[in-house]
Each structure stands twice: as structure tokens, then as C-alpha cells.
């Protein structure tokens, strides 16, 4: 059964469920290969998401999109590294992405702005996308997914659309992954998170003007990220188990937990509020298949990590640039689909699992900044090529070995047998 959407009739060699970072990444560079892709996104964008600091990582994506001066062009804020209260004394402490490669800056941005600017990308490059689609389930044959079956706001009735491949990158909303597997969440970072904004606010002194600031408190920690002119994003984070134990609304325990810093009760001191508070629960959490037969997981879909570093929309892109890679490939030698999505797996899970294990090591903030760069070395450089310092910011940048295992992921053996590959199919005959 075709599909067929206002006008345009045919089935699709990929369909993404999400336009998110990770959705549109992955169909942009594929739709720049030639393959016919149909993204489907419940939301009309542009839309709110939080998640506004980025790191080095997101670069090497934007780059491949072509986007960098477009963000530039943006007015997007550079990034250059971060401030910290952190550590059995709390003494502020700094690094900068310089020390750790190639890349030394990312950006702040408003992630609507951010996310629109990348789904237009995929637009551009040839991706047929539809907003205000919520998918119903997959479509089904002997043991496979097929295809979608979804519903267009606005609209009557529930359309179907058909793929050699499906690609879930629905967020946290895991389309895909609530049917085809089970979830494990990461227990020591089972966290709540309450967040506001806040206009004419302070900034760092000196070289920390654009850093984003960590700062820990008793039971958690804030961020505070300068998103552009005076404008901050003000989050409070703490156990779950902390704040359901606690008489005080997670708005009071925000206020009153912001009592108690010193480096962003500072930066907030002439402040007013330029919103309302949002939340966000145990967000950190594992799918235990990332793929099945004709579907795949990709960005928050497949996994998420404790914003503490910022590492959301990195992890989505390079892992969504690499998967673009990996499929068409596969849609040019279908033998190699188990294989190669068997391989992406095992890659996307090295480099996440990376960023987890820091994670959770960091939130132990009885030890001294230098058990934390020791602890980065521990896990990206055990070897001890690099100095600890080193380390730790090429992993706190999305910039470490696991990472160029995941972004730089070779199939060639798994296709050096296969014979001769046909060119993609002319888009104009998909679906015949």
C-alpha cells in the first residue's frame, strides 16, 4: 500500500518518527544521498524543548549540514568551556574546550531556533516532512516493520507509509522502543529537574563570560547557561527521592536551594523571572535493543544520559550523522542490515556508556578536581598518552576515542563480499 500525502504518492526508502536533532540529522545527510525520506513530528516547529548549552561534538554534524555559519548568522552565543563550584572545597574552578582538540567552542542557543534551523536543513536536502503527524504504531509484515501507520492534525483518518527502514527518533516518547524493547534506568541518576529563565542578569568576569556555570549545592545542583543579552536558563536538579521527601513544591525547593550558592545567587542578584517553572524526571535511562528487524533507535530513543555536561544534542547528532552513513549503506546491500545496525550498536552504547560512568563518578563531590581528570583518564585514556586534563575535556566535549569510534565507523568488511552495488534507485521510480 502506497502512501499518499497531499499530493505526493510513493513509498519512502527511510521514515524518521521525530524531527528532533537526531531525527533531522539523520534524514538531511540521507536525503543528501539521494534516498527518498519521509520525517514525521507530532509538533509544529518551531517548538520549546530545553537543552540550550551545547559542546564541541555538535560541531563536526553542524559542519557535514553545512550549518555552522548559519549559526553563527544567528546570533547564536560561542561557547567556550565551562565554570564550576564543585569538589570537596567548592573553590570555583574552570576549564575550556581549548585544551581538549581540535574544536575549541560550541554554542548556547534557544533550542527552537537550533531545531528549526536543522529540520530545514533536511527540508532542503530533500527530505519530505511532515509536522503535526503522530505516528499510531508500525506496520507490520512477517516479523518485520514495514512501514507507519500515522494520523496528520487537521486531517481525517489514519494514513500509511511505507520504508526499506524504519528510523525512531522520537525523544523520550520512544515510539518504537516502548513495543520492541524493555527500558533499564540508570538508579544513581534518578533525578528531578526544575527550570525558569531570568532576564538582566550578571555574567562571569573576564575570559568566563560565555562559560555555562555548575554549581553544586547540599542535595544537587543548578545550572546557569547565558543564552543571549541578559537572558539565563536556571535549572535545579536533586534525587527524586529527595524532592518527593521534601514539604517544599519543587518551585520552593528551586528558590530556596538558590539561597544557599554564591557564585549564581551573585550573577542573579538584579534578575527578574521571564517565565514560568518547568520539570523534568528520571531522565536517564538505557533501551536494551537499539534495533530489530526494519527499525532502528537513535538519539534519546535509544538512550539518555543527566544533563550535567550538556551532552544531549551532541550524542543525538553524531550518532544520527553516523547512522545516515550506516543505513545508506545498508539500502544499497541489504545482507549487511544486521550486521552493520549490530555494529552502530554496540559503538552508539561504548561512547554513551563512556559519558554515563563520568557521570556518575562526578556527582561524587567529596573529591578534588583533579579525581575527576584522573577519572576521565581512567576512561578514555588508560594508556595515559594525554595529560588528565587533557582527557577530561575531550570527553566533557563529546571529542573522545569512543566518540571517533562512533562517528568514524567503518563497514567496509562487511560489504567488500557483496558484489557489485547498483546505484540508489532515480527518486522518481520509488514505489514501482
Known amino acids: 500500500m502506497s502512501s499518499t500525502l497531499f499530493g505526493f504518492s510513493g513509498d519512502f526508502d527511510v521514515i524518521v518518527i521525530g524531527g528532533g536533532p537526531a531525527g533531522a540529522t539523520t534524514a538531511a545527510l540521507l536525503a543528501e544521498r539521494g534516498h527518498r525520506v519521509l520525517v514525521l513530528d507530532r509538533e509544529r516547529f518551531p517548538r520549546y524543548h530545553i537543552g540550550e548549552s551545547l559542546i564541541?561534538?555538535?560541531?563536526?554534524?553542524?559542519?557535514?549540514?553545512?550549518?555552522?555559519?548559519?549559526?553563527?548568522?544567528?546570533?547564536?552565543?560561542?561557547?567556550?568551556?565551562?565554570?564550576?563550584?564543585?569538589?570537596?572545597?567548592?573553590?570555583?574552578?574552570?576549564?575550556?574546550?581549548?585544551?581538549?582538540?581540535r574544536i575549541p567552542y560550541a554554542f548556547h542557543t534557544r533550542r527552537a531556533d537550533l531545531d528549526t534551523m536543522i529540520l530545514d536543513r533536511a527540508r532542503e536536502l530533500g527530505a519530505f516532512v511532515v509536522e503535526e503527524a503522530t505516528v499510531k504504531g508500525p506496520v507490520e509484515e512477517n516479523g518485520r516493520v514495514v512501514g507507519v501507520r500515522y494520523a496528520v492534525g487537521g486531517l481525517d483518518g489514519v494514513q500509511e507509509a511505507r520504508a526499506s527502514l524504519v528510523i525512531d527518533a522520537s525523544g523520550q516518547a520512544r515510539v518504537l522502543g516502548r513495543k520492541y524493547s524493555e527500558i533499564t534506568w540508570n538508579e544513581q541518576l534518578r533525578n528531578v529537574a526544575v527550570w525558569t529563565y531570568f532576564d538582566n542578569c550578571h555574567r562571569l568576569p573576564g575570559d568566563e563570560w560565555s562559560n555555562i556555570l555548575i554549581e553544586g549545592t547540599r542535595d544537587g545542583w543548578f545550572w546557569g547557561i547565558p543564552i543571549d543579552k541578559g537572558v539565563f536558563s536556571v535549572g535545579y536538579v536533586t534525587r527524586s527521592d529527595v524532592a518527593s521527601k521534601s514539604d517544599q513544591s519543587l518551585k520552593e525547593l528551586f528558590a530556596s536551594e538558590l539561597e544557599t550558592t554564591s557564585k549564581l545567587k551573585d550573577l542573579l542578584r538584579d534578575a527578574t523571572p521571564a517565565a514560568g517553572y518547568r520539570t523534568a524526571r528520571d531522565w536517564s535511562?538505557?533501551?536494551?535493543?537499539?534495533?530489530?528487524?526494519?527499525?532502528?533507535?537513535?538519539?534519546?530513543?535509544?538512550?539518555?544520559?543527566?544533563?550535567?555536561?550538556?551532552?544531549?544534542?551532541?550524542?543525538?547528532?553524531l550518532a544520527g550523522s553516523t547512522l545516515s552513513k550506516i543505513v545508506d549503506k545498508i539500502l544499497r546491500n541489504p545482507q549487511i542490515e544486521e550486521k552493520a545496525l549490530d555494529r552502530y550498536s554496540t559503538a552508539y552504547r561504548n561512547f554513551f556508556d563512556d559519558i554515563r560512568t563520568f557521570v556518575e563518578g562526578f556527582y561524587d563531590r567529596s573529591k578534588t578536581k583533579g579525581f575527576y581528570f584522573d577519572l576521565a583518564q581512567q576512561i578514555n585514556d588508560p594508556d595515559k598518552k594525554n595529560d588528565a586534563q587533557v582527557d577530561f575535556v575531550k570527553l566533557i566535549s563529546g571529542l573522545s576515542g569512543r566518540a571517533g569510534g562512533l562517528f568514524d565507523l567503518s563497514l567496509d568488511d562487511l560489504i567488500e563480499n557483496v558484489g557489485d552495488v547498483e546505484d540508489v534507485k532515480d527518486p522518481s521510480a520509488a514505489g514501482n
Open 285 to 317: 535511562y538505557t533501551n536494551d535493543r537499539f534495533h530489530g528487524d526494519g527499525w532502528v533507535l537513535v538519539g534519546d530513543a535509544a538512550a539518555f544520559v543527566d544533563p550535567l555536561f550538556s551532552t544531549g544534542v551532541a550524542l543525538a547528532t
Open 56 to 101: 564541541p561534538g555538535v560541531m563536526v554534524p553542524m559542519e557535514e549540514l553545512g550549518l555552522v555559519e548559519r549559526m553563527e548568522a544567528k546570533g547564536f552565543e560561542r561557547k567556550y568551556g565551562g565554570t564550576l563550584v564543585w569538589g570537596n572545597n567548592e573553590v570555583p574552578w574552570n576549564f575550556s574546550f581549548t585544551t581538549g582538540g
